[in-house]
């Protein structure tokens, strides 16, 4: 079967025809869409008219734009010296930039019609496309005016930009000074991180401190970096009328506070069963006063099974049938139709992920498939996402756009589906294997995730008095730590550095990027919650849930199949499931 993808249904090749006449006409329609803003934004006669002007080029060129992008974009990610595709997805993004100022001038045009929720129901068109305009309007309260919106954007550039530039610098080109087999060595950072999954326990601990000493190299840096970040948010948050950092990104996640308060309250009681957890790994590892950090990732039991790029596709497809035959079909088309680029190869860069081309309504997954386990499973979340993108095929493309904590939704299903089909015909040994990893992943999007909202909350908090040292940025990242782990951690080896390694802090236009993790996973077990218990009928329901996730507020989308996420009970059901695997894990462990 063929490994690599076929991406001619998007373009024969950079230098065709095809491609040159799509970038022509995208530099043209931005041309377009500049002069109607000009002439047509001012006065709001005839507004439906223009709003459906408005509506047709957006979409025309975001198909048109995408499908170049993607192109490019694809290439790129399996042929990283392809200096031609570098060169035209850099003219992309400089081009994508363009339309920032026209559109900037329509949202505000249209927050000005007054009678807008009339004028919505006239035009088919523009009832399409009711919650993408409402949400224009609503998110202009919070826009400056046009000249302060340049000077702030300009000055991003040099600001919270030029900071995070220069921790990512920092830390990929920090060496690690580590002794190995008696060889002194210096190695990358995240060649010494993942370290953490090797066998040997000496070569963990020795990483974990190798790593830590490693951080004093750039521990200063990195503090000036976050507290300049920090600062700048706090600055613009408060000019742009937030309430906070935080409001904004609930905000722009489409939820609201009590939505999150009902996940965290849940997340806050399940911890005493994570901590069992970590406790039992500890002692199965030897450890007398809980896990060290530098354990975390260690493995238990093994699992030697190894499987061939085809037995995956039928262990996949097969039990994709079980939950539905469109989905198993879904499936065995990628694989056939050349989706799925799964060969590992020099020049293609590492990991996983899933393109959704809905300007083709299509999709192309990268994975590095070598037969592991894991890579089996990997391939079916990623299959989930192109699902997901199929479910919205039928949308326009401005109906397409799903907030970060629904974007795991179909992801973890389907690898929920695969993992339980796999944890059935399990041995004992492999079964402990496939449990404590997806309890050990769970345990970071919940735990982990949960000091980490715990370490930014208070983080935000000090910052609006000055700026953090880095003793104190220690101590806050150890106070989250020791809230969230609990006694499930040694306390004497927990990880005060946890703020330089992850690059999620550094990011000026998304704070508080850790939640959505959370709302992800327990979102996803809490639908399989619910497949169990429908069975057949659920199967419908959950199609057309993912179909509207680019047009509704969160907590209407979830409506749609009567779920309540404000409520504490539907997340205390979901952490039920890992509660329960937590109890299997330590049932057969114990033995
Ligand atoms: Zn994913």
Redesign the pocket.
């Known amino acids: 079967m063929e490994m690599r993808w076929n991406l001619a249904a998007l373009y024969p090749s950079l230098d065709s025809e095809e491609l040159k006449r799509d970038l022509e006409m995208a530099i043209h329609e931005i041309e377009q869409i500049k002069k109607w803003t000009e002439l047509e934004l001012n006065s709001s006669e005839n507004a439906v008219r223009k709003i459906e002007d408005y509506l047709k080029m957006q979409i025309s060129f975001l198909n048109r734009y995408n499908r170049l992008y993607h192109f490019g974009e694809l290439t790129l990610s399996v042929e990283a010296k392809n200096e031609k595709a570098l060169k035209t997805v850099e003219r992309l993004e400089e081009l994508g930039t363009e339309l920032k100022e026209p559109n900037v001038k329509f949202q505000k045009w249209l927050s000005q019609i007054s009678n807008l929720d009339q004028l919505i129901p006239t035009s088919p068109n523009l009832k399409e496309h009711r919650f993408y305009l409402q949400e224009l309007v609503e998110k202009s309260r919070y826009l400056l005016s046009d000249k302060e919106e340049v000077v702030l954007a300009k000055m991003k550039n040099t600001g919270s930009s030029a900071w995070s530039k220069l921790q990512e610098l920092l830390t990929s080109t920090l060496l690690v000074d580590i002794t190995i087999d008696g060889e002194d060595k210096q190695l990358p950072l995240p060649v010494v991180r993942n370290m953490a999954y090797d066998a040997n326990p000496t070569v963990r601990k020795t990483a974990y401190e190798a790593e830590l000493k490693a951080y004093r190299k750039i521990e200063e840096s990195s503090a000036a970096s976050l507290n300049g970040i920090k600062g700048e948010v706090i600055t613009e948050s408060k000019m742009r009328g937030y309430t906070s950092p935080l409001e904004k990104t609930l905000i722009d996640s489409r939820m609201d506070q009590k939505i999150l308060d009902a996940m965290l309250t849940a997340i806050r009681e399940s911890l005493p069963s994570f901590h069992r957890f970590y406790r039992k790994k500890a002692e199965m590892l030897g450890h007398q006063n809980g896990l060290p950090f530098y354990d975390l990732f260690a493995p238990i039991g093994k699992v030697d099974k190894k499987y061939t790029y085809e037995e995956a596709r039928d262990f996949i497809v097969t039990h994709f049938r079980q939950f539905s035959d469109r989905l198993a079909d879904f499936a065995e088309h990628a694989f056939t139709h050349q989706w799925i680029d799964a060969e590992p190869r020099e020049g293609k860069r590492g990991g996983a992920f899933c393109s959704n081309l809905h300007e083709i309504k299509e999709s192309r997954i990268l994975s590095n498939f070598t037969g592991s386990f894991s890579d089996v499973t990997t391939l079916a ?1 990623e299959l989930g ?1 192109a699902y997901h993108g199929a479910c919205l095929a039928e949308e326009s493309i401005l109906n397409s756009d799903y907030p970060m904590p629904l974007a ?1 939704t179909a ?1 973890i299903f389907c690898e929920t589906i695969v993992k339980n089909a796999a944890l059935e015909q399990a041995e004992e040994e492999e079964a402990l294997f496939i449990l404590e990893n997806d309890i050990s992943d769970a345990g970071q999007v919940i735990v982990d995730i949960y000091s980490r909202f715990l370490f930014e909350s208070e983080v935000f908090k000090r910052r609006e008095e000055g700026s953090l040292s880095v003793d104190e940025l220690k101590e806050v990242m150890l106070n989250a730590q020791k809230e969230a782990y609990g006694n499930g951690l040694d306390h004497q080896y927990l990880h005060p550095y946890m703020w330089v390694c992850k690059p999620h802090y550094y990011f000026a236009d998304y704070n508080f990027y850790n939640f959505p993790y959370a709302f992800g996973l327990l979102f996803a077990k809490g639908l399989y919650a619910e497949y169990l218990k429908r069975g057949k009928e659920f199967v419908k329901e959950y199609d057309q849930l993912l179909s509207v996730t680019g047009k509704m507020k969160i907590a209407d989308v979830t409506k749609t199949m009567g779920i309540d996420v404000t409520q504490v009970d539907f997340w205390r059901n979901s952490l039920k499931l890992i509660e329960q695997d937590i109890e299997t894990f330590v049932n057969i462990s114990s033995k």
């Open positions: 979340h996402h795991e992801s």
